[in-house]
């Protein structure tokens, strides 16, 4: 496997599901990305974690959790979800660096929450 | 975060020079200019990335003026396969990892 992974590919789930989206980057890279990417909206940073710390939380609400047990891992946790958080959920990573750089995605899970 | 604007659609035939035009006028000191290809359902891809003057890759170049106030895409020989959305961004990472904001992008249509 090289790049970026993500597991499932597609998850239909009910509202009283729990549920859990897992990345992995075989890249080496120290940062990851959850984006959530609805219906003809924007993509939108959700979480990010440097070093295997959360630095960055958009916001989400508190029935995404996301994990990043190591570096090459990252986990979203989903619980009680709505309808209205069916979407798109990609995973990025990229290396720590100042100066510019580049994120790596994932293919994406298309998530669908009935 | 800078603000970029950027056409909604363009229209293109196969094998014609695309240059798509971005314009982030409260680019700060910092921010470097990226752009992004995505297709439908599928994770964006990283396509060139500058911070002044002319840049250029093995799929496009990028053209910067000296304010930098805007910058421009462009694909050279476009074929069908390159029908996609693309996305300008502006930002840093001068805390190692960068916070992309993705706007609503450009959807090129490429037409044989």
């Known amino acids: 496997e090289t790049g970026v992974t993500q597991t499932p590919r597609h998850l239909v789930m009910g509202m009283t599901n729990k549920k859990s989206l897992k990345c992995e980057q075989h890249?080496?890279?120290?940062?990851m990305y959850w984006y959530k990417q609805s219906a003809k909206k924007p993509l939108e940073l959700m979480f990010v974690?440097?070093?295997?710390?959360?630095?960055e939380n958009n916001s989400v609400p508190s029935r995404f959790s996301p994990e990043c047990p190591n570096s090459s891992h990252l986990f979203l946790h989903l619980h009680t979800l709505q309808p209205e958080d069916s979407a798109l959920y990609l995973c990025?990573?990229?290396?720590?660096?100042?100066?510019?750089?580049?994120?790596?995605f994932g293919p994406g899970t298309r998530l669908t929450v009935l | 975060l800078a603000k970029t604007t950027q056409p909604i659609s363009m229209d293109s035939y196969e094998g014609q020079e695309v240059n798509i035009t971005c314009s982030h006028n409260?680019?700060?000191?910092?921010?470097?200019i990226t752009w992004y290809q995505q297709f439908p359902s599928q994770g964006p891809r990283f396509i060139i990335q500058?911070?002044?003057t002319k840049v250029t890759n093995e799929v496009a170049s990028l053209f910067i003026p000296a304010d930098r106030k805007s910058s421009t895409l462009s694909l050279p020989r476009v074929s069908l396969s390159d029908t996609a959305v693309y996305y300008c961004?502006?930002?840093?990472?001068?805390?190692?990892?960068?916070?992309?904001?993705f706007g609503k992008g450009t959807m090129l249509l490429v037409s044989p």
């Open positions: 990025a990573s990229s290396q720590l660096r100042t100066g510019g750089g580049e994120q790596f």
């Open positions: 890249l080496g890279h120290n940062a």
């Open positions: 974690y440097s070093l295997e710390e959360r630095v």
């Open positions: 409260n680019i700060a000191t910092n921010d470097y």
């Open positions: 500058g911070y002044k």
């Open positions: 961004l502006v930002g840093d990472n001068q805390s190692g990892y960068s916070t992309l904001t």
